[in-house]
C-alpha cells in the first residue's frame, strides 16, 4: 500500500498532538496535550444553533458562509481589529481556522515558494505548507520571553520567500507580539514584497493587560495579510470547525474558490450559532474570558515550577511549554511518556513545535480545562517532588 501513496505524506507526520491524546486515552490520565478546550460554550450559542436546526437551517450556505455571519464577523473586525473588511467580498467562512489556513495556502502558495515561521511554530502551519509543496523556513525566538532577531529574518529572505506567518498569541509559546515587533516585520514584508499569514484564533486570550494587535490595520499591510480567526477557541466550540480568513477581494475570491473545493462550505447551523454568539455575548464575556484563563495560567504554571519544570510564562493563548531538562529520558517524547507513566499527565512533546534539537528540553501543556482539572494537574505535578 505504501508505493500507492504520493510523494506529499511522506513528508507529513502523524500530528504528536494527537498521538498524545491517544496514549492519553490508553493510559486513563488527564489529557493536557491537546487543546480541546472543554470549558463551557455560551449558553446563547448553543441555543442558537439548535434554534438553526430545528428552524431547517441544515442544507449548503454560500461558499463563503452566511450572510448574517459574514456580517457579523465584518462588524466584529471593525470594533475589535481595527480591520476594515466587506463581508460580501473580504470574508471567507471556512472549517476551522486550520480549514481557512489550508485554503489560503492553496490559493496564494506555488509548489517550491518559501515561507518564513517563528519557531517554536504551530505543527500545523508546517504540514499545510507542506502539503501544499511550499517550504518551511524557520527563524528561531528564544526562551523565556520568545524574542527574535530581525537580522535573522532578513537573512531567511531569498528570491523564493512568499510570505511570513505570524501567529499571535502564539502556539505553543503564549507569545503575543508586540506593536513594535509587528511594525518591524511589516517593514521587512513591504520591502520583499511579501505576504503575512496571521493566525489570530487566540485574540482574546491576553493576559497582564496586553492588547491584541492585528497586522493588516499597519499601514501598508491591509492588502498583503491575510488574517485567521475563528471562534472555536473563544466559544470553547472546537468540534464545531467555524473559522475564517480575512483579505483583499482579489485574495478572497481565491481562497474561496478552494474553500468551495475543499468543504463547500462550513456546518450551515453551526455558523448561524456563532453568528448570534457574535451579535449577542457582551463585551463583559470577552474579559472575565481573559480573567478566568489569567488565573488558570497562573495556578498551573505556579504548580509547574515547584515541580522543578520551569515554564515560559505565557503572554497570551492557553499553552505553555514547560522546560524539563530535570526529568528521565534524553527526548522531550521519552520524558512526556515518563510523566504520563508516573503521574498521568499528558502533554505534547517539544519536537512537535521546533525543527531542531532544542524541543527536547520542552514538554507543552494546554490548560484549557475546567477548573477541577486544573486542581487535579496540580496534585499530579506535586508528586514529581
Known amino acids: 500500500m505504501d508505493r500507492d501513496l504520493n510523494q506529499r505524506m511522506a513528508a ?7 498521538a498524545m491524546t491517544h496514549a492519553c486515552v490508553q493510559a486513563k490520565g488527564l489529557n493536557m496535550a491537546q487543546g480541546v478546550c472543554d470549558t463551557p460554550v455560551p449558553p446563547v450559542v448553543l441555543r442558537s444553533a439548535t434554534l438553526a436546526i430545528d428552524g431547517g437551517k441544515n442544507t449548503y450556505s454560500r461558499f463563503d458562509g452566511l450572510p448574517e455571519l459574514r456580517l457579523a464577523i465584518a462588524k466584529k473586525l471593525l470594533q475589535y481589529n481595527g480591520i476594515a473588511a466587506d463581508p460580501e467580498t473580504d470574508i471567507t467562512v471556512s472549517a476551522g481556522a486550520t480549514g481557512a489556513f489550508h485554503c489560503a495556502c492553496l490559493a496564494l502558495l506555488s509548489p517550491g515558494d518559501e515561507v518564513i515561521l517563528f519557531e517554536p511554530y504551530y505543527q500545523y502551519h508546517i504540514s499545510a505548507l507542506l502539503a501544499v509543496e511550499a517550504v518551511p523556513v524557520t527563524v528561531k525566538m528564544r526562551a523565556p ?21 505570524v501567529n499571535s498569541p502564539g502556539n505553543p509559546s503564549g507569545k503575543v507580539f508586540s506593536r513594535q515587533e509587528l511594525e518591524s516585520i511589516a517593514v521587512i514584508a513591504e520591502r520583499h514584497d511579501l505576504f503575512v499569514f496571521t493566525d489570530e484564533i487566540y485574540e482574546y486570550f491576553l493576559y497582564d493587560g496586553r492588547t491584541h494587535v492585528s497586522m493588516a490595520t499597519l499601514p501598508g499591510m491591509a492588502d498583503r495579510t491575510i488574517t485567521i ?14 473559522g475564517y480568513s480575512v483579505a483583499s477581494a482579489r485574495g478572497a475570491q481565491a481562497i474561496g474558490a478552494m474553500n468551495d473545493l475543499l468543504y463547500v462550505c462550513a456546518p450551515t447551523p ?11 455575548l457582551p463585551g463583559s464575556f470577552y474579559h472575565e474570558l481573559a480573567r478566568d484563563y489569567q488565573l488558570k495560567r497562573d495556578r498551573f504554571c505556579q504548580a509547574l515550577a515547584h515541580a522543578g519544570l520551569t515554564p515560559s510564562i505565557p503572554q497570551g493563548a492557553y499553552y505553555v511549554l514547560a522546560d524539563v531538562s530535570r526529568l528521565p529520558g534524553i527526548t522531550g517524547k521519552e520524558r512526556a511518556m515518563f510523566l504520563l507513566e508516573t503521574i498521568g499527565l499528558a502533554g505534547v512533546p517539544g519536537e512537535a513545535f521546533f525543527a531542531g534539537t532544542d524541543g527536547r528540553r520542552f ?23
Open 12 to 18: 507529513l507526520a502523524h500530528s504528536e498532538i494527537r
Open 145 to 165: 520571553d520568545w524574542t527574535f532577531s530581525l537580522d535573522e529574518v532578513e537573512r531567511a529572505i531569498t528570491s523564493r520567500t512568499k510570505a511570513i506567518i
Open 229 to 242: 480567526g475563528g471562534y472555536s477557541k473563544t466559544f470553547s466550540i472546537t468540534g464545531w470547525r467555524i
Open 270 to 280: 453551526l455558523q448561524a450559532g456563532v453568528a448570534v454568539g457574535i451579535q449577542e
Open 363 to 385: 514538554i507543552r501543556f494546554s490548560y484549557a480545562k475546567i477548573d477541577s482539572d486544573i486542581d487535579d494537574a496540580c496534585r499530579r505535578l506535586a508528586r514529581l517532588g
